[in-house]
């Protein structure tokens, strides 16, 4: 158990829809990242948030965001759904950043039908 | 960000020793070099990281060039839970960028 909580663990939806994926950071770690990973991309980085700002951008498409609350816990909406959303979500969290290891969570299994 | 080159795919005999290399030749004099393994259908897994001395814990081992432009990761003594794929990351900035990594494969 790496401590990183990920909700919920699968998720299917129509394509148009809206979805929000929540992450808990391990006790005390201030970052936390998000990562896509679909068969044929391998892991994507998307956003990273640092004690609730915004520290680095990957690829992350505009139909996605992210935002970190005061209590640290991150949320990942992607809305318009496309089928080509369809993938793993994982998001890990570090005490500071590059320099400290990384957990990630279980991930968030998400199917657009 | 800087480029790594890793071997698409390793294998190794159960308790053996194993060797997974990283080619990070443009790495800054800043980044920390990370491994991570992912086996199949779960998150990543920290393995081990360091900046320029050689690094060890109850994982594995980080053997890191004198220039940093390379590093070897070593399990001392490969199990079948082993088996995974393996990423090699010079953290540049903050955020962590994984390639297509080494797919070890541990034969019994």
């Known amino acids: 158990d790496s401590g990183v909580t990920q909700t919920p663990k699968h998720l299917i939806t129509a394509t148009g829809q809206r979805v929000t994926l929540r992450c808990s950071p391990r006790s005390g770690d201030l970052s936390v990242y998000w990562y896509q990973q679909s068969l044929d991309q391998g892991l994507q980085f998307l956003i990273q948030y640092y004690n609730g700002e915004e520290r680095a951008k990957g690829n992350i498409l505009e139909r996605f965001s992210a935002q970190q609350f005061p209590d640290l816990h991150s949320e990942l909406n992607l809305s318009s759904l496309e089928l080509g959303d369809s993938a793993l979500y994982f998001c890990?969290?570090?005490?500071?950043?590059?320099?400290?290891?990384?957990?990630f969570g279980q991930g968030t299994r998400l199917t657009v039908v | 960000d800087a480029k790594t080159t890793q071997p698409n795919s390793m294998e190794s005999n159960e308790e053996e020793p194993v060797h997974l290399p990283c080619n990070h030749s443009?790495?800054?004099?800043?980044?920390?070099i990370h491994w991570y393994r992912q086996l199949p259908s779960q998150g990543p897994e920290y393995v081990i990281h360091?900046?320029?001395s050689n690094v060890n814990n109850r994982m594995a081992s980080l053997a890191i060039a004198e220039d940093r432009k390379s590093s070897t990761l070593i399990l001392h003594r490969a199990t079948l839970r082993d088996a995974a794929v393996y990423y090699c990351i010079p953290n540049t900035g903050n955020q962590f960028y994984f390639g297509t990594g080494t797919s070890l494969t541990v034969i019994p």
């Open positions: 360091g900046l320029t």
């Open positions: 443009t790495i800054s004099g800043t980044d920390y």
């Open positions: 890990a969290s570090s005490v500071t950043g590059g320099d400290t290891e990384a957990f």
